[in-house]
């Protein structure tokens, strides 16, 4: 919710004057006029900072820009590969019908995603702001919109693919233990738990510190991946290709229908979700114009190579039959072809799924930040640490957001849901991108895309869309209803301005503790990376 009028005025008037928060006051607006102050070290006098502009740059308290572009990369492969290629790309199969068709929807959604990834780079670029999708939408379409996103985002779609992560990491962690049976339910809670909780400490601690761990472990996947194209290749090399032979391949079980290719699609695109991540942090991203783009352009085709790569090792050692009767294609491919080193398959699915946990958390905290900062969600979640400058509280939320979804157990009928709001997200981004074009047309524009890119896309993803509402009513309805419980909460939490008093005295109050609690100031402002906006709205 807001604050009152006064906390904003002195938060604008703060940035502005001092740069650093040295003294930041909230006023109650009772008649005593009672002022809470919560002290914060002085970084430096003004006579000090125009003699030496560069250290005043790396001492001020805001986010550090600590992305260069091999962590860039690492963040968007690290959250593109998930358990998903390792466990279930049957659903490509089932759908698609035949083994080349499969291949051919591999490719296409690498492509698609491709589309919307340079869509999403001129965006990043245009309008330099952590938040990815929703910041995007709030400064094209307005509050509302952006909010309704941000709702659903924070209150289900990434608690609950957090949790579901972090439940498929414990069970592959644990499942050699308990090879005979499924490892206790209690024990995977337990241990998913410990897994978001540790992974949050690293967050809160250094931002270098989680990105190490995100470059680690992404090259940890890529390394696991490579060992299974390795081995599909010697398989194919030695003759066993019987599966990928054009007049086997494009066999099919059965007639193909557009809603089935389209479902396949589905399946597909769900695969690739996260190649928009990196979006969510362009503020910590070193040169963000040069980076952010290059970084898109170099991860997308990598991980579509990649992910076709591996289905085609797949079906070198198993037949389509044995791939759609597997619940964890993986795995299955190790015990078949690497003998005794088939342990090696549950542990890369482990360490595919931590570097996962790692990913999420890191830029789903980064859009509490932005919705905070905003006026969306409360001010306390758009402050930082003083010192180690990670947005502890945006931190804290996710982590425990993710744990209560953990012990209410339902996360895969909610992810069901959620997928459908992520999905409409994305289309809703780039048609913002498609109206800004003709809204502000003077906007600088580092990147511009042709318009036959945006518009391929849309076509593509409105196809998708309606399959969906076709072929899932329910679940997309109830998508819809989670996304639109957001509306009432919008009009009390934000855009009623008048509230009873108590409120902004319970808010401030709550603001001051938190601050105390946690060692946290509002981070000054780059103008720099938002001059440009600033400057073509004024001429718009």
């Known amino acids: 919710m807001r604050t009152s009028p006064s906390v904003q005025s002195v938060v604008k008037s703060a940035q502005r004057e001092r740069g650093v928060w040295s003294r930041v006051q909230y006023l109650d607006r009772t008649e005593a006029g009672r002022t809470h102050i919560c002290e914060a070290e002085e970084m430096g006098n003004k006579e000090k900072r125009k003699k030496d502009k560069d250290s005043s740059k790396s001492d001020r308290v805001t986010l550090k820009k600590e992305i260069g572009l091999l962590s860039a990369c690492a963040i968007i492969i690290g959250n593109i590969i998930g358990s998903g290629i390792f466990i279930s790309p049957k659903g490509v199969l089932e759908h698609a019908g035949s083994v080349g068709l499969s291949l051919i929807v591999w490719v296409c959604g690498g492509g698609i995603c491709a589309l919307g990834s340079m869509c999403y780079a001129e965006l990043g670029v245009t309008i330099p702001k952590s938040g990815g ?9 307005g509050g509302l919109v952006g909010f309704l996103l941000l709702w659903s985002a924070v209150l289900i779609m990434y608690p609950t693919t957090l949790a579901v992560i972090a439940l498929t990491f414990a069970n592959y962690v644990l499942q050699p233990a308990f090879q005979n049976c499924l490892p206790p339910f ?7 738990t410990i897994c978001i909780l540790f992974l949050t400490w690293v967050n809160c601690s250094s931002v270098r ?72 942090v362009t503020e910590e991203v070193v040169e963000p114009r040069k980076n952010l783009p290059r970084a898109i352009y170099i991860s997308i085709p990598l991980v579509t190579l990649v992910y076709t790569l591996t289905n085609i090792a797949y079906f070198s050692s198993m037949s389509p039959e044995e791939l759609l009767a597997s619940n964890a294609v993986a795995v299955t491919f190790g015990e078949k072809l690497l003998g005794v080193f088939s342990w090696v398959m549950p542990i890369s699915v482990a360490l595919s799924t931590f570097g996962g946990i790692n990913g999420y958390l890191f830029t789903s905290s980064r859009l509490c930040f932005s919705g905070a900062r905003e006026g969306h969600l409360p001010y306390l979640l758009a402050m930082i640490h003083l010192k180690n400058c990670t947005p502890i509280p945006a931190l804290l939320v996710c982590c425990f957001a993710t744990i209560i ?25 780039i048609a913002g991108l498609m109206y800004l074009r003709k809204k502000r047309p003077n906007l600088i524009r580092p990147i511009k895309v042709n318009m036959l890119i945006p518009i391929t896309y849309m076509i593509f993803w409105a196809v998708l869309l309606c399959f969906s509402l076709y072929s899932e009513p329910v679940v997309c309805g109830l998508g819809m209803v989670i996304m639109l419980t957001g509306v009432p ?43 440009s906006l600033t400057a073509a709205k004024a001429s718009d």
Request: one cysteine or more; charged letters at 15%.
């Open 133 to 141: 999708d929703y910041s995007y939408v709030t400064e094209i379409f």
């Open 489 to 531: 909460v919008y009009f009390v939490g934000v855009y009623w301005k008048n509230k009873p008093k108590w409120i902004y005295r319970l808010v401030e109050k709550a603001t001051y503790v938190g601050q105390k609690v946690f060692y946290v100031v509002f981070p000054q402002e780059d103008s720099s990376e938002t001059e």
């Open 186 to 192: 209690i024990a995977t809670k337990l241990l998913a």
């Open 405 to 429: 979804i953990l012990c209410i157990g339902e996360t895969h009928n909610l992810i069901n849901y959620v997928s459908f709001i992520n999905y409409l997200s994305y289309g809703v981004t």
């Open 209 to 280: 510190w989680a990105t190490r761990i995100q470059d680690v472990f992404t090259v940890g996947k890529l390394l696991a991946l490579g060992l299974i194209i390795i081995v599909g290749l010697v398989q194919i090399c030695s003759g066993y290709y019987d599966a990928l032979k054009p007049s086997v391949a494009f066999e099919f079980r059965q007639d193909p229908s557009v809603g089935e290719i389209a479902l396949a699609f589905l399946q597909a695109s769900f695969a690739y979700s996260g190649w928009n991540f990196l979006n969510y």
